[in-house]
């Protein structure tokens, strides 16, 4: 299988980034990868809404 874009553990923002290229370019092909039974189950469950980023 071919795609342009591959989500690895996809969380809301993976999630969301996906669906906004989508819109965008329907011609690009997008595979989303998750260990998980569903999609955004850990860490997007517990965040208060408010996004945050760590660079270590």
């Known amino acids: 299988m071919k795609a342009d ?4 553990e996809v969380g809301i923002v993976g999630l969301s980034t996906a669906c906004h290229l989508i819109k965008e370019k329907s011609e690009v092909k997008v595979i989303l990868l998750e260990k ?3 999609f955004t189950l850990h860490q997007t469950r517990h965040i208060s809404g ?7």
């Open 50 to 56: 408010v996004i945050n980023f760590r660079i270590d």
């Open 36 to 38: 998980e039974a569903t």
């Open 5 to 8: 874009i591959v989500v690895i």
